[in-house]
């Protein structure tokens, strides 16, 4: 992808700090540009084995008051959230390094710590609070290439009623993502495969979104390119021992630049679809995400809006004149590259047991959630059950 230092993505707020390894006293200099004096950090990580964030969080207890808390499982539950808030006392800076359960569990904290109150009482279609501050000084820094979430405005919360609620607010923003090739270049390779999937769905979902203009069609095409090119070669890095840094590079700023894409238009079908696997059947969020991707691709790939941008990516890889073969070739390729990175494309890959006849008591609800209306063209019951129904 082009540099992107000094570019606007989309009035995207966070400020993104490149590194390929990052030290305690560099992250220290960059909290002390946020606040005038670091009395105290907060960091939320989780247990992931990543040698450099477990050097950095030691030394950092050298030269700085901290607390560190550690209690985020994935998909994270309000419950963990409210017990890690009542061990925050007074704290300058949030500092969330971690996946997207990390980087979510983070911003709900830095927001809970100015505008009160516990979680719960955010989420659902009707919360019986509303965010009116803005959050604590927050620092994201990614170890999976895949949310986004350290430039978006949303957090995703799994109540204690066991459902899934996006918590979204432009005060939950967080102030700098900070990211650190460093913590990606150890990544096992299924989670390469299922979190960079979210990546390139983030940036698919903003195509086929009726939310879409030009500016975000353009940004889309751009980091979809870039994940295509990249995404595979750091896999096959992991499986094959041999990691390179400019293909996680690459990927982290990708990844980030998607989640600035659709922080602007939302996401739609695939991520809606994506809650319901995530709540009923815990699976991982992004390995729910690519289930449906190339489904949502062949649902949508006809309506003008949409095949001009993918049509554009294809580009980047083929020589053809002809639209529809272009439109086909890119499918292909995303087709075999899913396969290579075995990505489940049966409810019984994907560990999910489930008849046919199931497929509405589970699916019904995701046609409530907003996500689903950002589709086009729209979607239906119709559209989506029959790709349900034939992965059963
Ligand atoms: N806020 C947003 O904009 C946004 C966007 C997309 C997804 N999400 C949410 O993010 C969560 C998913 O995040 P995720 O896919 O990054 O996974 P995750 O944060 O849930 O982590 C998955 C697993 O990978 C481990 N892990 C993380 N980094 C690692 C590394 N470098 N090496 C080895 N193991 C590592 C974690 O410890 C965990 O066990 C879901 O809750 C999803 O709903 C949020």
Redesign the pocket.
């Known amino acids: 992808m082009k540099d992107i230092t000094n570019r606007n993505l989309l009035n995207n707020p966070v400020k993104i700090v490149q590194v390929d390894s990052l030290d305690s006293k560099t992250l220290l200099k960059e909290c002390l540009t946020l606040v005038k004096s670091v009395k105290h950090i907060t960091f939320i990580v989780?247990?992931?084995?990543?040698e450099a964030k477990n050097t950095l969080l030691k030394e950092i207890k050298n030269i700085a008051n901290v607390t560190i808390l550690d209690e985020v499982q994935?998909?994270?539950r309000t419950i963990d959230i409210k017990n890690m808030a009542s061990k925050i006392k007074a704290t300058s800076v949030i500092v969330g390094i971690?996946?997207?359960?990390?980087m979510?569990s983070a911003k709900a904290l830095a927001m809970l710590m100015t505008n009160g109150g516990e979680l719960e009482d955010y989420l659902s279609n009707n919360p019986k609070r509303k965010i009116e501050k803005e959050s604590l000084p927050l620092v994201l820094i990614p170890?999976?290439a895949?949310?986004?979430?350290e430039m978006?405005k949303?957090?995703?919360y799994t109540s204690l009623s066991g459902r899934?609620y996006t918590l979204g607010s432009p005060l939950m923003h967080a102030k700098k993502a900070i990211l650190n090739t460093e913590?990606?270049l150890?990544?096992?390779p299924a989670?390469i495969a299922s979190?960079g999937a979210?990546a390139l769905d983030h940036a698919l979902e903003t195509i086929w979104n009726k939310n879409a203009n030009d500016e975000t069609r353009k940004l889309a095409i751009e980091v979809s390119i870039s994940i295509i090119e990249n995404l595979l070669k750091m896999y096959n890095g992991a499986v094959n021992k041999n990691q390179n840094v400019e293909y996680c590079r690459n990927m982290l700023l990708a990844s980030a630049v998607a989640?600035a894409t659709f922080s602007t238009t939302g996401t739609a079908a695939g991520h809606a679809l994506s809650f319901v696997l995530s709540e009923d059947f815990h699976v991982?969020?992004?390995s729910a995400c690519a289930f449906t991707l190339l489904d949502i691709f062949k649902m949508s790939k006809d309506l003008q809006s949409v095949k001009a941008p993918l049509v554009e990516i294809s580009k980047a890889f083929f020589n053809d004149d002809d639209e529809d073969i272009l439109i086909s070739k890119l499918y292909e390729k995303l087709n075999s590259m899913f396969k290579e990175m075995k990505l489940p494309t049966t409810f019984k890959e994907l560990g999910v047991k489930i008849s046919k006849d199931e497929i509405d008591v589970h699916f019904n609800r995701a046609f409530d959630d907003p996500k689903m209306w950002n589709q086009i063209p729209k979607a239906t019951k119709e559209n989506i059950y029959p790709f349900l129904v034939e992965k059963c």
Do not use: E
């Open positions: 989780d247990n992931a084995p990543i994935p998909n994270p971690g996946g997207g359960s990390v979510d170890t999976t895949g949310t986004g979430s978006t949303v957090g995703v899934k913590y990606i150890n990544m096992p989670l979190t979210d989640g991982p969020h992004g």
